[in-house]
């Protein structure tokens, strides 16, 4: 990351990472009615150009959804199509798991990329992400490698020729400064590196970390769930607004409804998809929304758009 951009953050914080509980804390999401003028100003520019750690942190604090999804319609990519699928993610280990399996065999992550690439892998899926904090990934996923190292395997996929995507769970203890540093790792990867394919918005699910699987604690999250929607599609907002057109956003729409994927869409989402197994074994049972291939196509098309199938690593499905 950018040396100036990342202390741009640092400087918004109160205190250093070190310094913060180590028990993360769920704090009320923003709900905002009417934009700020600054705000307003800063949404006039986004779309022709890329918007600092403190813009986006305005943003994100001082903008009303419906500005934001004015401005992030038109940061959008000009394709007539919304990319879908209901099939499974690529298989192989996740970006963690290479790391550690370099560390635990002495080798460096390029000769084990290379090994993993020479299995005939194609793709790097980042689904592992889960926020590029290193103080929430410590609460939350403390066997994890830090962001840095999480990053360092993304960039030796891109040297050997490899296109990745990074995952984005959002809605849980992180706070608006974890997800500026997130998406400006995120950013600076691709303006450094190129070819991050794809960057998948999930919303917290309770299996996601053991610190979620807690009665207490999923209970404070579905206290919130009123306003989650709304912060779900500020942030698919958001994220289109700090990405290069070039980076497909995708909304994961396991356990979402209908109206939540469909507004998604109208923030900038240029990707919409589940994993069918996950929905039929996870949520339909618990009687969240399930929804299905036709349902994704229908919901494509009433946004005003023409749906494209596409496998796991994002290529359509025509054109495979």
């Known amino acids: 990351m950018d040396p100036d951009r990342y202390h ?15 028990v993360p804390e769920i704090e009320p999401l923003l709900a905002i009615e009417e ?12 779309a022709d150009r890329p918007l600092t750690g403190g813009e986006l942190l305005c943003l994100f604090e001082e903008a009303a959804l419906g500005d934001l999804t004015k401005a992030a319609t038109l940061r959008r990519s000009e394709s007539a199509t919304v990319g879908w699928s209901d099939g ?8 963690t798991e290479i790391a550690n399996a370099a560390r635990s065999k002495g080798r460096s992550l390029a000769v084990e990329v290379a090994a993993w690439v020479a299995r005939g892998h194609r793709f790097l899926p980042g689904g592992d992400a889960g926020v590029l904090s290193d103080r929430v990934r410590a609460s939350l996923w403390p066997e994890s490698v830090n962001a840095a ?6 960039q030796e996929a ?26 400006l790792r995120i950013s600076d990867f691709h303006h450094r590196r190129g070819g991050l394919a794809v960057l998948v918005i999930q919303a917290v699910d309770r299996g996601s970390a053991p610190f979620f699987a807690a009665p207490e604690t999923w209970n404070q999250l ?12 500020r942030t698919v907002a958001w994220a289109r607004l ?4 070039g980076v497909i956003v995708q909304l994961d729409a396991a356990g979402l409804d209908e109206e939540t ?10 990707d919409v998809g589940f994993e069918r197994t996950e929905v039929e074994s996870v949520f339909r049972p618990a009687g969240s929304p399930a929804l299905t291939a036709a349902d994704l196509e229908r919901i494509i098309t009433q946004s005003g758009y023409r749906p494209r199938q596409r496998d796991d690593s994002y290529h359509p499905v025509d054109e495979a």
């Not at 579905?222 to 599609?233: C, I, K, P, W, Y």
């Open 35 to 46: 934009s700020t003028p600054f705000a307003l100003e800063l949404l006039g520019e986004a």
């Open 8 to 22: 741009e953050i640092l400087a918004r914080r109160s205190g250093s990472a070190a310094q913060e509980p180590p």
């Open 222 to 233: 579905e206290s919130r769930r009123a306003s989650a929607r709304e912060d779900l599609l």
């Open 88 to 95: 499974t993610i690529a298989s192989g280990p996740t970006v």
């Open 149 to 154: 190292e999480w990053l360092a395997v993304l």
């Open 158 to 183: 891109r040297l050997a020729g490899i296109p990745v995507s990074a995952g984005w769970m959002v809605g849980h203890v992180e706070t608006a400064m974890d997800r500026v540093e997130h998406l």
């Open 261 to 270: 994927v469909r507004r998604a869409i109208s923030c900038g989402a240029d």
């Open 242 to 245: 700090a990405l290069d057109r």
